[in-house]
């Protein structure tokens, strides 16, 4: 029996539909909020980036832009959805196409001193945006909103951003010296990928959406946020990929 590969058009079509499905309910039923400074998460980015390196551009572009798009319809954010349809699918799009076109370095020592910066600018960025945004009281939601209240509220120390920093950093260039020098290029894969969403967020928010409505905000504010999201999205979607990988080389290109 011929096994199947992400060249059979009805596979692609099946794990599409799946994927964009993942994407819309990761984004809905689990959110973090941190009433402090505002800072908001949800783990639809980490599906975007697993879809995108694992499947590829097209259909991280699609699940990353339908599911996503669906998500901000049926939480009520409407006058979102058709920018996040346009972004989300750009950032998978682009996170999958780069993970597929990993370039190639004559020594392994260059992959390793390449890994080696990706992890520490991962790590550094994730202890700085993390104790700035994700301190303090933090409220934690699980289910279909609106909920009446958060399931949990509790509080993370700013110190937990900094060693969760460096264990990332660590991590990665562990991974990079021991077992394989390219994690760096999936790493940064999705650094350029999460930052198409965090520049596309921006500009829609400054030229766009604030100025519709007369809302009196600063779009540049919602940067460091979707900077937070987009990292801690990123460290979750690596180790799954790769175990994803391992667990099913049937699914080739």
Same mark, same amino acid.
Request: aromatic share 12%; net charge positive; with cysteine.
């Given at each position: 029996? @011929? ?75 409407? *006058? ?53 945004? *994700? ?26 951003? *900094? ?25 940064? @894969? ?64």
């Amino acid at each position: 029996m @011929t096994e199947p590969t992400l060249t059979s058009t009805p596979l692609r079509l099946a794990l599409a539909a799946v994927c964009t499905s993942l994407v819309c309910v990761a984004t809905i039923i689990f959110s973090i909020y941190v009433p402090s400074t505002e800072g908001f998460f949800n783990v639809g980015e980490t599906m975007i980036y697993i879809t995108a390196l694992f499947l590829g551009p097209a259909i991280g572009a699609f699940a990353g832009g339908a599911g996503a798009g669906l998500a901000d319809l049926l939480l009520g954010y409407w *006058y979102y959805a058709p920018a996040t349809l346009v972004i989300k699918a750009c950032e998978g799009g682009v996170v999958g196409f780069l993970g597929w076109r990993r370039p190639k370095f004559r020594s392994r020592m260059l992959w390793k001193g390449f890994t080696f910066v990706i992890g520490l600018v991962i790590g550094t960025s994730l202890g700085i945006i993390g104790s700035m945004y *994700y301190s303090g009281q933090v409220e934690l939601t699980i289910g279909i909103p609106p909920p009446s209240a958060p399931n949990l509220v509790f509080s993370v120390p700013a110190v937990f951003w *900094y060693a969760l920093g460096g264990l990332v950093a660590l991590l990665i260039t562990l991974a990079g010296f021991v077992l394989e020098p390219e994690i760096g290029w999936l790493a940064f @894969t999705t650094l350029v990928g999460g930052s198409v969403m965090v520049t596309g967020y921006f500009l829609y928010q400054n030229f766009i959406l604030f100025p519709l409505f007369g809302i009196e905000a600063v779009a540049i504010a919602e940067i460091p946020v979707n900077i937070g999201q987009m990292l801690i999205g990123l460290v979750i979607a690596l180790p799954v990929v790769k175990i994803l990988r391992r667990s099913l080389p049937q699914l080739k290109r």
